[in-house]
Nanobody, 119 residues
Framework: QVQLMESGGGLVQPGGSLRLSCAASGFTFSMYAMSWYRQAPGKERELVATITSAGGSTNYADSVKGRFTISRDNGKNTVFLLMNSLKPEDTALYYC????????????WGQGTQVTVSS
């Protein structure tokens, strides 16, 4: 049974930091590129960051470059998103996504973890 379990969300003040985690099970983690998406109320889901299957390459949305860092631990089947210098506009439900390296039509989603940036 495939599972992506996000954790680490919460309420933080502007300028603060959070570290999201996504624990994967039920598939061969090292064969999947991993991404974080987010969706704010009334807005479409947007791609935040992606890391390749071996972790050798990352990409970020312009809005988070220099503030967010995606990483992964293939030994622990976990992907992380370190978020620094958080802004109110970062408030959203953050989702973990897995996409198969060889068959990109195979993709899995987590249930999401809420991040709220507010004073």
């Amino acid at each position: 049974q495939v599972q992506l379990m996000e954790s680490g969300g919460g309420l933080v003040q502007p300028g603060g930091s959070l570290r999201l985690s996504c624990a994967a099970s039920g598939f061969t983690f090292s064969m999947y590129a991993m991404s974080w998406y987010r969706q704010a109320p009334g807005k479409e889901r947007e791609l935040v960051a992606t890391i390749t299957s071996a972790g050798g390459s990352t990409n970020y949305a312009d809005s988070v470059k220099g503030r967010f860092t995606i990483s992964r631990d293939n030994g622990k089947n976990t992907v992380f998103l370190l978020m620094n210098s958080l802004k109110p506009e970062d408030t959203a439900l953050y989702y973990c996504n897995a996409r198969n390296l060889y068959m990109p039509e195979i993709t899995y989603w987590g249930q999401g973890t809420q991040v709220t940036v507010s004073s």
